[in-house]
């Protein structure tokens, strides 16, 4: 039920299955539907924004807790696909939009909107603030926000604002009707963990004390596109064991720039590829594929685990790739410092959003990793960057072992 009051934007944030959509779908039907199945409610145009159009179209409308399964046969609304929106008996219209084109909505008005998974949202500041535009029908337009929390500028700033409410819910409050399957593996697997806290209770988590980076760091290095680039690196951190119980095995994408000086150099991370593999066999197949994907140079793989069985593995998959054994001399925090400094000069650059990797990252301390298990994730991002602009680029790669 929506809370009592005068305000604007409703934020309803919760975990994984808590609940959320069903929450918007009931709220929109509150607001369009009247006492009788032809009479008007409090809002006559809707907007409906989901990170994309087939996901507000999927999830929002057609959904196993969206819109058309919520309402009742003689209040359903008809689906229009052509025009992409609802209409309802009464005349009321629900128009679907895509978070990813912001100009989109430039001159339709609404008097009531639902947004879902804001945090998500790759272009989620200027889709809102066009939205915030829209809202001018109506003696009162309101906004609902569901959303699992994440630590965003967007949804920070909307949570501070006096016309913002808030309600929370973890995904245990709805284990009434979820798989006994899905909760006990999620939390066995996350319960404690930082990523179990913002997936699983939802809340809204800040970074960490004394971590080498900031979300608002890693926001400033977000680039839309990837440029040309001179070599592409693959960097591989191997599990300890090779089972379905071991640590993710972090695989990392990189391009580099090695255009002028070496301070002109820049790094683009591309992709995170990594895998919880069940079998040494499965992350190098993972990591020869992303080599593949994205006509990689060069493959690095951190060995002081594996030693000669890591690059024994990788060429059971491809002989002929392009191999570079990397080994540790320092503590994770040690070898994380100068890589970290590379983003603070403006040199690192994310061509996307890399939730789970920049998760691990804002948990990196002098002190070491503040999060739960290991930071594979970046121990596979700082041996690509140290790769790519740290360690001398010798053609055919002259070093047999770089350390680090």
Not at 67 to 80: G, N, T, V, Y
Request: hydrophobic share 40%; with cysteine.
């Amino acid at each position: 039920m929506p809370p009592s009051g005068d305000w604007r934007s409703w934020v309803i944030m919760g975990g994984r299955g808590a609940g959320k959509t069903r929450a918007g779908s009931e709220w929109v039907r509150l607001m369009v539907e009247g006492s009788r199945p032809l009479e008007s409610g409090r809002a006559k145009r809707v907007a409906l924004v989901g990170e994309t159009y087939d996901q507000t179209r999927d999830v929002m409308v057609f959904g196993d807790s969206g819109i058309l399964a919520c309402c009742p046969p003689d209040r359903k609304p008809e689906w229009q696909a052509s025009k992409r929106k609802l209409v309802w008996p009464n005349g009321a219209e629900a128009q679907c939009f895509s978070a990813s084109e912001p100009e989109a909505l430039r001159g339709p008005q609404f008097d009531a909107a639902w947004v879902d998974e804001l945090a998500k949202w790759k272009k989620a500041q200027d889709t809102w603030d066009m939205l915030q535009f829209c809202l001018r029908l109506g003696n009162d337009p309101k906004c609902v926000v569901t959303t699992t929390p994440r630590n965003v500028d967007v949804l920070k700033d909307l949570l501070a604002r006096e016309s913002t409410v808030q309600t929370h819910a973890p995904t245990h409050a709805n284990r009434a009707y979820l798989a006994d399957s899905f909760l006990a593996e999620v939390e066995s697997r996350y319960e404690g963990s930082r990523l179990g806290r913002q997936e699983l209770n939802g809340e809204l988590l800040e970074d960490v004390q004394g971590a080498f980076w900031t979300s608002h760091m890693l926001g400033a290095c977000r680039v839309k596109e990837l440029p040309e680039v001179d070599r592409v690196i693959v960097a591989v951190d191997p599990p300890v064991t090779g089972h379905a119980g071991s640590d993710e095995c972090g695989i990392v994408v990189i391009g580099v720039t090695h255009q002028g000086p070496r301070a002109a150099w820049r790094a683009y991370v591309i992709e995170d590829a990594s895998v919880a593999a069940s079998s040494p066999l499965e992350w190098a197949q993972a990591a020869v594929a992303a080599m593949k994907r994205h006509n990689g140079d060069c493959l690095v793989a951190e060995v002081n685990q594996g030693g000669d069985m890591v690059k024994q593995i990788v060429r059971q998959v491809d002989p002929m790739i392009r191999y570079q054994a990397v080994r540790a001399t320092k503590g994770k925090s040690a070898r994380a410092e100068p890589i970290a400094a590379l983003y603070e000069q403006g040199r690192v650059h994310h061509c996307g959003q890399f939730s789970e990797l920049e998760d691990q990252m804002v948990q990196m301390t002098l002190q070491g990793y503040a999060g739960k298990g290991s930071p594979d994730r970046v121990d596979a991002l700082v041996w690509a960057l140290f790769e790519g602009m740290i360690a001398p680029t010798t053609p055919g790669g002259a070093a047999a072992i770089r350390t680090l």
